[in-house]
Nanobody
């Protein structure tokens, strides 16, 4: 069974930075594509970015491209999201996800249906102006 636990959320000012982590249990992390999603109040959950099993391929939403960076440490079973140049519109609960299929193209996570993935409980990020 896969369990995902996000951490690192908090408050930041516009232009600031935060780094999120996602600790994964289970034996499949090192071969699985991993992704980050977010959900703002009153809005649907949206794709932020994804990374393939060895970090060789990444995909990002246009809204975060150039500001956010996804990375992973397979030895630590941990996924990261470095968020720079934060904006108030980045305020949301951030979730990490692993597709149940494990190995899919990073870009494919952008359209992954929720029931096809494992999800963490989320971590709140609040950006003030």
């Amino acid at each position: 069974q896969v369990q995902l636990v996000e951490s690192g959320g908090g408050s930041a000012q516009t232009g600031g930075s935060l780094r999120l982590s996602c600790a994964a249990s289970g034996r499949t992390f090192s071969i699985a594509t991993m992704g980050w999603f977010r959900q703002a109040p009153g809005k649907e959950r949206e794709f932020v970015g994804a990374i393939d099993w060895n970090g060789g391929s990444t995909a990002y939403a246009d809204s975060v491209k150039g500001r956010f960076t996804i990375s992973r440490d397979n030895a630590k079973n941990t996924l990261y999201l470095q968020m720079n140049s934060l904006k108030p519109e980045d305020t949301a609960v951030y979730y990490c996800a692993q597709p149940r299929l494990g190995i899919i193209p990073a870009q494919a996570m952008a359209t992954m249906r929720p029931e096809l993935g494992y999800w963490g409980q989320g971590t709140q990020v609040t950006v003030s102006s």
